[in-house]
């Protein structure tokens, strides 16, 4: 018994020292780190601290299924670097689309050491790139990097031809080196060829275009630049929507992130207990009230979207889709003046009015419209487009009206192209490269929204002073287009690691061949293809095949003709065009 005293005494002894250890211990520690304190410190110390900014120009046209192609545009790079663009010679390079794809990345900020940065081809492949990386297929890293101030002395810098503008980048004093391995340089730059179609259509002009996003991205800081006699006209829009809504997408997200950094709390078991009882309430409440919820939706059921007509049907209402009307209305009921605006065009038309309704877009509130001589389909589009709406050709010849985001829902079911709602586009004047307005219209105001976005005003100056000219004195219609951060990631990541405290991408969109006039002229002649007359079809196919990629688009259509001359023709002219012929 005395030894089991001693023992229990004992351990007394040693649980008071114990927990006055503590105490005391406690008591130099100070107050506690505020909430979060932590979290911030780590995620300070797993930055880098530079700043990474990447600009990409790529180019494509309608006739093309990927953008950037290989076969058909210019390469960036210069010669001394290997690339998978074919070889061409001065000829043949000089009649080509005069912009050269091409992406570069700079790193500006305090010089720091083992840096990651990844190139992956998500959609497509890279072709060329410099400097010198570790390769896989469709990606390229420079593992281990060190960013410096200084070029390392140790180590000649690799030889590019003075001629070439990329050597400019070099230039640059406030952007770091990226040495890796034995190669190192101001700049990273690479050409990539993407699986990614051409976003969006045009139509009208040459005035007033209308334009309408093919994406579930938005596209950004949108322009149109186009010859004219004396000089050029441009117009600009801020953003071009997609069928998608973007309240919705960001939405989604939001409870994405929500529900992430739920999981990652510790959860309290009182609080647990709490909304565990809170659910098992709901659940009842639930069950009481399906039986009315499933009475409800009985009633309120949607009716399925019509099947959309074929090529026939689809080309018999374009047809008095592109007739001129005249309406001159300050102030009617929107649904008035669609009326107006079909019975002109001979057209049929049905309303999707559940969904509207469910929608809350009330077709009964005032608009304008006033336009002389203007095709219906843009009179349509200023209708529908500022209320979200589209339509679909039916195949009964009719247009289905609905929102343009329940078109998109089931077109993208199927996999086919999702058209965000007609926006239309107001062109300025013409005015000659030489006019200081012109400037103010062109390069300034990309140089502003850029900036706006959080680019460096040198990288945009650097971009600008290489392709200024092409972009905004161009041989034919072009349209720009900004890709979103999204967009970007979801064709071509570039990963930094450890983390940059700031990182702007930026991917600009040249698109040519898309003149809506080139494409009427290309309609009239496919229809001279199956003319009686042997030297007419001959005449049409030779100016056909002048038009190039511009021509596919009406080729395409033309393989569904009766006239079995103009199939033939057709086919033949898409085979030389490089395109496959089902």
């Known amino acids: 018994m005395q030894t089991i005293s001693v023992r229990i005494l004992g351990l007394v002894f040693a649980f008071t020292l114990v927990l006055g250890t503590g105490m005391r211990s406690a008591a130099f520690q100070g107050p506690a780190a505020p909430k979060g304190a932590d979290d911030q410190a780590d995620k300070a110390a797993a930055q880098s601290p530079v700043e990474v900014y990447e600009w990409s120009i790529w180019v494509g046209n309608p006739a093309q299924t990927t953008i950037n192609s290989a076969r058909l545009y210019r390469n960036g790079m210069p010669s001394v670097v290997g690339t998978s663009r074919p070889k061409a010679d001065e000829k043949e390079s000089a009649g080509k689309f005069p912009i050269a794809p091409i992406s570069v990345v700079q790193i500006f900020g305090e010089p720091c050491k083992d840096i990651d940065v990844d190139v992956r081809a998500k959609k497509g492949m890279i072709l060329s790139h410099w400097p010198a990386s570790k390769e896989h297929t469709g990606r390229l890293q420079w593992f281990g990097s060190n960013l410096t101030a200084t070029p390392p002395a140790e180590i000649p810098q690799s030889y590019l031809p003075e001629s070439h503008w990329l050597t400019k980048l070099r230039e640059n004093k406030s952007a770091l080196y990226l040495q890796y391995q034995t190669h190192y340089e101001r700049f990273l730059a690479y050409d990539a060829e993407l ?65 992430v950094e739920e999981a990652r709390k510790i959860p309290d078991p009182k609080k ?125 010849g009719k247009l289905y009206i609905t929102t343009a985001a329940r078109l998109a829902e089931d077109v993208g079911k199927k996999g086919a ?66 890709f979103t951060r999204e967009a970007l990631d979801e064709a071509l990541l570039l990963d930094v690691f450890p983390a940059p405290k700031k990182f702007v991408r930026s991917g600009l969109l040249v698109v040519h061949g898309v003149d809506p006039r ?4 290309a309609r009239s002649l496919v229809k001279e293809l199956g003319d009686r007359s042997h030297k007419v079809r001959e005449s049409a196919e030779a100016r056909l095949l002048e038009l190039g990629p511009v021509s596919v688009p009406a080729l395409e259509d033309a393989l569904t003709n009766k006239d079995i001359e103009i199939v033939f023709r057709a086919e033949r002219l898409l085979l030389r065009l490089h395109r496959s012929v089902p």
């Not at 139509?203 to 010859?227: F, H, S």
């Not at 689809?314 to 009326?339: K, S």
């Open 518 to 521: 080139l494409q009427d002229r």
């Open 195 to 259: 699986a990614v179609p051409i976003p969006l259509k045009i139509r009208g002009g040459p005035d007033e275009y209308t334009i309408q996003n093919l994406t579930n991205r938005r596209l950004l800081d949108v322009a149109v630049i186009a010859p004219a006699e004396q000089g050029y006209r441009v117009g600009w829009l801020d953003e071009l929507p997609s069928a998608n809504s973007e309240e919705k997408e960001k939405e989604k997200e939001a409870e994405e992130k929500k529900k």
């Open 272 to 396: 647990k207990a709490a909304e565990q009882e809170k659910k098992a309430d709901e659940l009842f409440k639930d069950a009481e009230a399906k039986p009315k919820e499933k009475a409800e939706k009985k009633e309120e059921a949607i009716p399925p979207l019509p099947a959309e007509g074929d090529a026939t049907v689809r080309a018999r209402v374009d047809q008095l889709l592109n007739q001129p009307i005249t309406v001159t209305v300050q102030q009617a009921p929107r649904r008035e003046l669609i009326n107006l605006v079909t019975q002109q065009a001979r057209l049929r038309y049905e309303v999707d009015d559940r969904t509207l309704a469910k929608e809350q877009i009330d077709l009964n509130g005032a608009a304008s419209l006033k336009g002389a001589g203007i095709a219906a389909r843009d009179a349509l589009a200023d209708l529908l487009g500022g209320a979200g709406l589209s339509y679909r050709v039916t195949e009964e």
């Open 417 to 482: 192209a999702i058209e965000g709602p007609p926006v239309k586009l107001t062109m300025t004047p013409a005015r000659k490269p030489s006019e200081p307005t012109y400037r103010e219209q062109t390069r300034d105001a990309l140089t502003r929204r850029l900036t706006g976005h959080g680019m460096r005003r040198d990288v945009v100056e650097a971009m600008l002073d290489q392709y200024g000219q092409s972009l905004f004195e161009p041989g034919e219609l072009i349209v720009l287009a900004h």
